[in-house]
């Protein structure tokens, strides 16, 4: 095989297990975000929507943690404050997405039972996890250059740094 199909592969292979990974962590905030969906939608008055919101809040902590810990632990740690940021930016985004399928299922076309509200909440989901994956791998979880990308960085630089002078020829 040449060494760029190698190169190819290795990095279908990376994909793959991060989409893995991702997938893992927002399969458990999937059950944290249907759990407390359900749990608040029965036990309170709280309209679906708003019940959904809180729900999808709850989730959106526990997959941060999930997301840093797990998923991208080896990406970029330095600069917490941009990485929370973008990650809460990009989760409100989600949200919208996520609630306006759920919204429009119960509001525009008046599907607001129990099984229709988790039938749109999880299409909703669906649709905003794609949005997710692909803006938390972008900006928000960054990847730290590649070791080779960092070796020939410096191996060039290594090749244009200009020979000392000897002392004798310095005098001169």
């Known amino acids: 095989m040449s060494e760029r199909g190698g190169k190819l592969r290795e990095q279908l292979n990376q994909l793959m297990r991060e989409i ?8 458990v905030g999937l059950v944290v975000n249907l759990a407390v969906f359900n749990l608040v939608r029965n036990v309170t008055e709280i309209p679906v929507v708003r019940a959904s919101i809180l729900a999808t809040v709850v989730a959106i902590a526990c997959n941060y943690v999930g997301f840093r810990y797990f998923t991208y632990r080896d990406r970029d740690k330095n600069g917490r404050t941009r990485e929370m940021t973008l990650f809460l930016l990009f989760s409100a985004v989600g949200l919208v997405i996520e609630h306006g399928v759920l919204y429009t299922a119960t ?7 129990p099984l229709q509200s988790n039938i749109f909440k999880f299409l ?12 938390y791998r972008t900006w928000v979880f960054r990847a730290l250059p590649a070791r080779e990308t960092v070796q020939r960085a410096e191996s060039f630089l290594e090749q244009r740094r200009p020979e000392p002078v000897p002392a004798d020829r310095a005098a001169r």
């Open 107 to 113: 509001y525009g076309f008046d599907w607001d039972t």
């Open 20 to 27: 893995a990974k991702f997938g893992a962590v927002g399969g």
């Open 124 to 135: 909703g989901i669906g649709v905003a996890t794609l949005f997710r994956f692909w803006s």
